[in-house]
């Protein structure tokens, strides 16, 4: 009997086998987890078509996160297969990868719209629809941030703005939902080599120098951020709601690099 046994989860923003997303489906389902997915689009699709497979799901839904009535679809066809859903997992975010270097001075008023829109705003959208499945049992929702939210980090730009919101609305949620048993929570990986942090200006470099100075000497791996995801949504994190949980090998905690690293 796993963690996870008995529950049921939507797992959104699976891009490849390298994604936070695939590293945390992948754990709950070694934890006895039931899972469906979202994806974008038809390659996504293919893409996720056979990851999905390995984990025992048939449960794929095309969404378009900007869309009302692509949600609005996807979160029907998963009620007719689920009457009810145990966790949520959000690792969505997009921002134009042309502004996610230089200066954050130069964001355009349209990329910043549509950052905030998918990166953040999707986030309320998905809980809204998925709150009614919860009602019953209670349940967890998850997104994924990262400490450019509250810490300037070169080139990160509009998605450090972005994240700093989806942090704030990771509290609201939880604190409205609270009441009906259902917990919201961010976790927050340092740099992680995916599809998404390969997007940002200096990645390599970003990855590195965590790497050098982290207090453990080491980034997160995918198995470590899914067991985290793991404990949130098991009975073990019931009273665990309203946090940006660090899986960074401490990185956040630091004022200044490491001695031999100055």
């Known amino acids: 009997m796993g963690l996870l046994s008995g529950k049921r989860g939507l797992v959104m923003g699976v891009a490849n086998d390298r994604s936070i997303a695939w590293g945390i489906a992948r754990a709950m389902h070694e934890a006895g987890a039931e899972l469906a997915f979202t994806h974008q689009g038809a390659a996504f699709g293919a893409r996720l078509a056979p990851l999905a497979e390995s984990v025992g799901s048939d449960m794929l839904f095309d969404v378009d996160v900007c869309d009302d009535e692509s949600l609005d679809a996807a979160f029907e066809a998963l009620g007719q297969r689920w009457d009810t859903l145990d966790f949520l997992v959000h690792a969505i975010?997009?921002?134009?990868?042309?502004?996610?270097?230089?200066?954050?001075?130069?964001?355009?008023?349209?990329?910043?719209?549509?950052?905030?829109?998918?990166?953040c705003y999707s986030f309320i959208e998905v809980a809204r629809r998925a709150h009614p499945m919860m009602v019953a049992n209670g349940g967890t929702m998850m997104t994924l941030t990262y400490q450019g939210s509250n810490k300037v980090v070169p080139n990160y730009n509009v998605m450090g703005v972005a994240k700093a919101a989806l942090e704030s609305t990771t509290r609201y949620l939880a604190n409205d939902l609270g009441p009906e048993g259902i917990r919201v929570n961010a976790l927050s990986p340092g740099p992680?080599?995916?599809?998404?942090?390969?997007?940002?200006?200096?990645?390599?470099?970003?990855?590195?120098?965590?790497?050098?100075?982290?207090?453990?000497?080491?980034?997160?791996?995918?198995?470590?951020?899914?067991?985290?995801?793991?404990?949130l949504a098991s009975d073990a994190g019931a009273f665990t709601t309203g946090e940006v949980i660090h899986v960074d090998g401490g990185f956040h905690v630091l004022g200044m690099p490491q001695f031999d690293n100055l």
Request: net charge positive.
């Open 93 to 119: 975010a997009f921002s134009d990868k042309s502004e996610l270097q230089g200066r954050f001075l130069n964001t355009s008023r349209k990329n910043f719209k549509h950052s905030m829109e998918i990166s």
């Open 192 to 231: 992680m080599k995916t599809l998404a942090g390969a997007a940002i200006g200096g990645a390599r470099r970003s990855y590195k120098h965590t790497e050098a100075n982290s207090p453990l000497r080491s980034n997160a791996t995918l198995e470590a951020v899914g067991g985290t995801a793991v404990w």
